[in-house]
């Protein structure tokens, strides 16, 4: 799937490559570029696979560091879930739905069919969907104030006048601000996610890192946010979505800044 995406549209080629690319030089790692093109192209069968085969995922799943999540739901103030698009990410919901519920925020596709394949899809017990929008806000609040755990896609890119722009590997991305406008609303636990994929029908490793408070000033907050997201991703750099464009304009936003 990654290869035929790959290969097949120059606009996708070209944005994988320039993103890709930037990171592995800038960070001075090895190039894996098939590697990524085909773990890319993983990222999507994953999230088909565990989807319809949610209890054979879970039992080739390993958690790492679950005392952190342990000791973030005790305090009492419920827990940010901060999950980026990296490997099998869409199994973390569901194994932290096995211990307690979730209310977790998407983005509704504009293709209705599509949508209620995604929604059909994710459907599992304990995890509550909410859009993006006041109303899921709303929503994510109240779960907080009872204790629960709320999940946000900490890379996708906001609508024009939800974020704010800040560095994102070295170039400024439009940066969503609501995980930090939560957790400092009352000081709650923001945790960070990953599941790492092993080889091929081995399943999945998912680490949890507590992140520190975020400050109290928004641009500072915004890269504080953008950093761990790129701790998380430089775990397994092949494994994230390079094919998102992280980096473009959405309307409504202001220009980002200039150097």
């Known amino acids: ?5 790959y290969l097949g549209s120059k606009q996708y080629r070209h ?3 320039a993103q890709y690319g930037a990171v592995i030089k800038n960070n001075r790692l090895q190039s894996k ?10 990222l999507f069968a994953d999230s088909l696979w565990i989807w319809r085969n949610s209890k054979k995922a879970l039992a ?9 999540v342990q000791n973030a739901m005790s305090e009492g103030k419920g827990m940010i879930i901060l999950c980026p ?5 869409e199994i973390i919901p569901r194994f932290l739905a096995g211990h307690f519920p979730a209310t977790i925020m998407y983005r509704p596709s504009r293709q209705e069919w599509l949508n209620e394949v995604v929604e059909e899809g994710r459907a599992y017990p304990n995890m509550h969907f909410v859009p993006t929008n006041l109303n899921g806000v709303r929503q994510m609040t109240r779960a907080l104030s009872k204790g629960e755990a709320i999940a946000i896609l900490p890379d996708q890119v906001p609508s024009g006048g939800d974020g704010i722009w800040a560095d994102f590997f070295g170039r400024p ?17 923001a945790v960070m996610f990953t599941a790492k994929r092993r080889a091929i ?12 408070s975020f400050s109290s000033d928004a641009n500072t907050a915004a890269k504080e946010l953008n950093t761990a997201i790129e701790d998380a991703i430089l775990i397994a750099p092949e494994q994230f979505i390079w094919s998102y464009n992280r980096y473009k304009h959405p309307a409504g936003a202001e220009l980002p800044p200039q150097d």
């Open 201 to 212: 029908g081995k399943g999945w490793i998912i680490n949890a890192k507590r992140l520190d």
């Open 1 to 5: 799937m990654g290869v035929l995406a």
């Open 33 to 42: 570029l098939w590697t990524a093109v085909t773990q890319s192209g993983m």
């Open 60 to 68: 080739t799943t390993t958690v790492h560091n679950w005392n952190v």
């Open 15 to 17: 944005l994988f490559n």
């Open 173 to 189: 991305a439009y940066t969503t601000t609501l995980p930090i406008r939560l957790a400092n609303r009352h000081n709650t636990p």
């Open 85 to 89: 698009h990296l490997g099998g990410f």
